[in-house]
């Protein structure tokens, strides 16, 4: 979407043989998905001595000049608005309702610390947008490489797994202290009148803590490439890189539904409750209507983004992430051992990487050969873009939902308005009659 291949000419005869020779992918459609298992070595492959074949013949990927944005900048730009414009919107309607309430004026900052949230997401878009969607750097992307923001923090941009691990750690702390002040609220409230929803609360609750730790797992352990698997198999026995991504993937995935199912057991009292109290608020309901549709577009996002994945095939091994490799010898494998070398070249597709001695400051010296064969840097693009998304109506559909919850479980506080309406009303017909 918004862009065109066209390959730079080769150096030399030789080199355009190999570049058709060791490039399956340019006449293949990506392949799924999958765990590898067992080893990508083939001895009967060439073992190509002269490095210099590497040199020059790098792909150059251009901008459709008919299309000033792409596709994928798009979806970021709308996405990005469409999560903004719902944060928002919860803004002002749990404002309101707190205001109605008479627990927080609209004037205060009745979010608390949900404000230190949102730019870490707008850092991490922006990064998103300059160096993965940008179509001007083409093979020099950083989706010729990283299919998800996982990979690209702990393999590319080393210093964006620290920004990850702190926006995990910090939503959770933040969400952490909120539900122990929902907790507490609701026993507060359930004292010597047990309601019956007292239970799914509880187990809401609990849901949502565990929800949250797991979610720091991902911070805590990066995804890393390897390159296990271009040895031959009696080499290794496990991947310790590969272990490390289990859990790291895991960690998300169950936290973010623990806390989707906790959120949702929660709301069942408060919305119970706070239908039958007089004086009730309708904003709650609305700001509870807009964070399940955060959490709606939540998940169209992850199933979008785990087709993009799992179409993208496995991730790249750690020689194949071309966009580390800052000089000649490093780019070519020039500078590796003789029988790591060996293994890189023997194998389907042979060695990734190519030098060109032209690039300019803006781009990389060395990138992926192809880089966008069967689609594949658009399909990363798109596979970052909508995981990004994912994330970001994720914490927005939460904190909705807190603040939602928070209104609707201050049953006190809305009797207690009502009460005072109805002593004004009293007041002022009395005086009204007085004066008659």
Request: glycine content about 10%.
């Amino acid at each position: 979407l918004g862009s065109r291949p066209s390959v730079l000419s080769s150096s030399s005869a030789a080199a355009a043989g190999l570049c058709s020779l060791s490039s399956p992918l340019a006449a293949s459609p990506r392949p799924a998905m999958a765990a590898i298992f067992g080893s990508l070595h083939n001895g009967s492959l060439p073992w190509i001595h002269d490095r210099s074949l590497f040199t020059g013949n790098a792909t150059d990927i251009a901008c459709a000049p008919d299309a000033p944005h792409s596709g994928p900048g798009l979806l970021l730009m709308y996405g990005t608005g469409g999560g903004c414009l719902l944060s928002f919107l919860m803004w002002v309607l749990s404002g309101l309702g707190e205001t109605a309430s008479g627990t927080k004026p609209m004037e205060t900052n009745h979010v608390g610390a949900f404000i230190l949230i949102p730019p870490f997401y707008l850092a991490l878009g922006a990064i998103i947008g300059w160096r993965v969607v940008d179509c001007t750097l083409g093979c020099s992307a950083w989706a010729s490489s990283a299919p998800s923001i996982s990979f690209f923090t702990a393999n590319i941009q080393r210093e964006g797994y620290m920004m990850l691990f702190m926006t995990l750690t910090l939503t959770a702390l933040i969400f952490f202290k909120r539900i122990d002040k929902m907790a507490r609220r609701r026993y507060d409230a359930a004292k010597g009148d047990a309601h019956p929803w007292s239970r799914s609360s509880l187990v809401g609750e609990w849901l949502m803590r565990c929800g949250f730790v797991l979610t720091t797992i991902t911070g805590i352990m990066p995804s890393l490439a390897s390159n296990c698997h271009l040895q031959p198999a009696s080499r290794y026995e496990r991947c310790w890189e590969e272990e490390m991504s289990n859990p790291h993937g895991a960690g998300v995935a169950a936290g973010i539904f623990l806390t989707f199912c906790g959120y949702q057991l929660r709301a069942i009292g408060p919305i119970a409750m706070h239908s039958g109290v007089e004086g009730a608020s309708a904003y709650a309901y609305y700001t509870l209507v807009v964070s399940e549709l955060a959490f709606l577009c939540m998940l169209v996002f992850f199933a979008c983004w785990l087709h993009f994945l799992y179409a993208g095939g496995p991730n790249p091994r750690t020689v194949d992430v071309c966009l580390l490799h800052t000089t000649q010898s490093a780019c070519t494998g020039e500078d590796l051992p003789p029988q790591q070398q060996r293994w890189a070249d023997q194998r389907p597709g042979g060695w990734q990487c190519r030098w060109d001695p032209d690039t300019d400051y803006y781009r990389y010296p060395c990138t992926r050969h192809d880089c966008d064969a069967g689609g594949r840097l658009e399909g990363n693009k798109y596979s970052v873009i909508f995981e990004y998304l994912g994330f970001l109506y994720w914490c927005v559909a939460c904190a909705g939902m807190n603040e939602a919850i928070d209104v609707m479980d201050d049953v006190p506080a809305t009797r207690a308005v009502a009460q005072r309406k109805r002593e004004m009303t009293r007041l002022a017909a009395a005086g009204d009659a007085a004066l008659l």
